[in-house]
């Protein structure tokens, strides 16, 4: 089974400030990682995956995530947020040995100050 | 082109009435699955369906249902409607569903329900 944890309901950071969203995982398979956005009240989007090679990937947008095996963990980082950033964000695997299901954390909510 | 679009946008029911709610994936996907994001939670798979035959099911009770139809579109369908029902209905579709395939799930906009 596979379970995963994002450690903050709600981060708020200052606009340009820089910003850590926590996810860890736990599963007794190899899992890919995603890391999704959710604007109010709209659907889910991807924002990056890792599913092998280099450990730290990046969106188009400026936010990245690096995959530790070690501590199970794929935190998710953006050197300096825009108010446009303001959505829940969702960490998420999926086991290499199946194709049927993604296991969402429950969220961050970020919220950005002016 | 068109990405998942879902339908209706939002719908609000009565308790123990029976609900449908409609997936159309992106062209040439063969893989539509369901989730029920309830407020404030991450969402929880329910089904998933590829080539129109079940190939994963969640912990939801048998009062949840899916098909898929030889154009890929998918129905969700809910009987004997509780309130703790109410909740965002996601669709994503994929381009397979092969065993350790690096495919990415496209999800829609989701359908609002609201059972009252």
């Known amino acids: 089974a596979q379970s995963v944890t994002q450690l903050d309901s709600q981060v708020p950071v200052f606009e340009e400030a820089p910003v850590e969203l926590r996810c860890n995982y736990s599963?007794?398979?190899?899992?890919?990682l995603f890391w999704y956005v959710q604007y109010p009240n709209q659907g889910l989007q991807l924002l990056l995956k890792?599913?092998?090679?280099?450990?730290l990937v990046e969106s188009i947008n400026g936010f990245e995530a690096e995959f530790n095996k070690s501590q199970t963990s794929f935190h998710l980082r953006k050197p300096s947020v825009h108010i446009s950033d303001t959505a829940e964000y969702f960490c998420?695997?999926?086991?290499?040995?199946?194709?049927?299901?993604?296991?969402f954390g429950k969220g961050t909510r970020l919220h950005i100050l002016p | 082109d068109a990405g998942v679009t879902q339908s209706p946008t939002h719908l609000i029911k009565t308790r123990g009435q029976h609900v449908t709610l409609r997936c159309s994936p992106i062209?040439?996907?063969?893989?539509v699955s369901w989730y029920q994001q309830v407020l404030g939670q991450g969402p929880q798979f329910i089904f998933q369906?590829?080539?129109?035959?079940?190939?994963g099911r969640g912990n939801f009770p048998d009062r949840f249902s899916a098909r898929q139809f030889p154009n890929y579109s998918s129905e969700l369908n809910v009987n004997a409607l509780l309130l703790g029902d109410s909740a965002l209905y996601l669709c994503?579709?994929?381009?397979?569903?092969?065993?350790?395939?690096?495919?990415?799930?496209?999800f829609g906009q989701g359908t609002r329900l609201t059972v009252v």
């Open positions: 994503a579709s994929s381009l397979t569903a092969r065993q350790g395939a690096r495919t990415e799930a496209f």
């Open positions: 599963s007794s398979v190899s899992v890919y």
């Open positions: 890792y599913l092998s090679g280099s450990t």
């Open positions: 998420a695997v999926r086991p290499m040995n199946r194709d049927d299901k993604i296991i």
């Open positions: 062209s040439g996907h063969k893989s």
């Open positions: 369906y590829y080539e129109k035959e079940e190939r």
